[in-house]
């Protein structure tokens, strides 16, 4: 089972589902990019990751263009900006989803406050895509 997960910048949410979908079973095959790759994994969001055990110290990010020739099951955007500008992939997607989530990436305000927000998002990462995988890859 081969997974894509896009943002715009693969800095936070794509990152997030990339490490929640590898957690609950290593043996898919799951890939993050993003339309406009950021420097980096936000600091933040390694942080707020390693809070629920799961390490993101060796993810970068990808632009979406090195993979738009390969064969995916699913290619899940999980932005509105990803969706809008998702390129046309010349392999094969047997699947396309959208789960749109909130950019933790813009949030402002005192650091416990911008920490909050970030887990909030993380949190809600974890449930979209663990009843994701339990509906459409355990189940089959």
Excluded: W
């Excluded at 813009?106 to 994701?132: T, W």
């Amino acid at each position: 089972m081969r997974i894509l997960i896009l943002c715009t910048g693969n800095s936070c949410r794509s990152q997030m589902a990339e490490g929640f979908l590898k957690s609950f079973d290593p043996d898919l095959e799951v890939y993050s990019a993003g339309t406009h790759p950021s420097a980096q994994v936000h600091p933040k969001t390694v942080e707020v990751m390693r809070d629920v055990n799961i390490d993101l110290t060796r993810h970068y990010p990808k632009d979406v263009d090195k993979f738009v020739n390969e064969d995916f099951d699913y290619v899940i955007t999980v932005c509105d900006s990803a969706k809008e500008r998702c390129p046309v992939f010349s392999g094969q997607i047997l699947n396309k989803l959208h789960f749109g989530f909130e950019d933790s990436a813009e949030a402002s305000g005192p650091e416990d406050e911008i920490r909050l927000f970030y887990r909030e998002i993380r949190n809600e990462i974890k449930m979209k895509f663990e009843k994701f995988y339990i509906n459409n890859i355990k189940m089959k």
